[in-house]
């Protein structure tokens, strides 16, 4: 390669990363007070971050007790886009992490209008606001890996090379919320960035989901409060699993490093089979306990494997998944455990 093709290059990347190096200190995060947006208010705060956040009204604010004051936050309907906008003009945020929305497939599928409205619309008012009240501000969209939709085995593990192809009213909404978020980069001139995160896991994550509802139903046969039968799903399904603390630590450094109106995988790149999850926890306790199959935990069209690769972030961040899955789940296990000796 001749050095003269290679200096205009190799300058257009320097001025990119110079322009991702402006000082980044006030975080606004939308759903702050959910199982995701209360693990990156604390990464935040932890990193000398001034941190604010919206919830809807009457949301619980139980994930952030342990914060005290150390963060702000405000009730806030993303769909009044008055609302929206009136909080930006307030903290003026140099990154806005926008993750409230409908997060769980069966509620977005029973009810499909109301996803669109929280997902699409809803991201549209945080988009549109931002840009007219913050416009130097960055915007991280956290989408989710859903919008890949049923590949086949052999395209495991998926990159960001692979073409979206939803299976369910919740990647979809996803998908539309990306398209949104890179029309505002190309067309409006904000600072977007869009994350696909694979299956996240850690304390305080709602009981709907698999790892929860396991260790809950553990903890509550030690304390005696259920009988000794654990109900399961579909156990030869596969997930890509992180741990929630590593899923925001790369929030973090996205909003820090990488580039505008491109997909980022976050993962961590193993798969488990649900029954290994199973398994895994089941030998945390002593508790002699029964499975039996249930069949209304069984989902429609539900995708037997499920895989990524993060080699793209892992390029423009240096991230890398420090925790290891048995020290998640007894972390999950051990919150269960606590939760039922609390009443």
Known sequence: MECGSLLPRLYEKRKQACALQKDMHRALITGIAGFAGSHLAKDLVDHGWTVSGIERHGAVLNNLAFLHDRVRV??????SAQDVGYVIRKYQPDVVFHLAGTTFIP?????????????????LNILEETQENAPDSRMILVSSAEVYGDAAPEKMPL????????VNIYALTKLCAEEITCYYHRVRGLD????????????????????????LQIARIEAGQQRPVLEVGN????????????????????????????PYNICSGKVYAIKDIL????????AEIEIRPDPRRIRKNEIPLFQGDH??????????????IEDTL???????????KKG
């Open 74 to 79: 405000e009730e806030c309907d993303i769909l």
């Open 107 to 123: 509620t977005a599928q029973n009810a499909p209008q109301m996803a669109f409205e929280i997902n699409v619309k809803g991201s």
């Open 159 to 166: 990159t960001e090379n692979n073409r979206p192809s939803p």
């Open 192 to 215: 977007s960035v869009v994350l696909r995160p694979f299956n996240h896991i850690g304390r305080g994550q709602r009981p709907s989901f698999v790892t929860s509802a396991f260790a």
């Open 235 to 262: 156990l030869e399904t596969a997930r890509d699993f992180t741990d929630v603390r590593d899923m925001v630590r790369a929030y973090r450094l996205a909003a820090e490093r990488c580039r505008p109106a491109t």
């Open 279 to 286: 398994d895994k926890l089941l030998s945390l306790t002593d």
């Open 311 to 324: 080699a793209r972030f892992t390029e423009a961040t240096g991230w890398e998944p420090t925790c290891a």
């Open 330 to 340: 007894r972390a999950i296990l051990d919150y269960w455990r606590d939760h039922v």
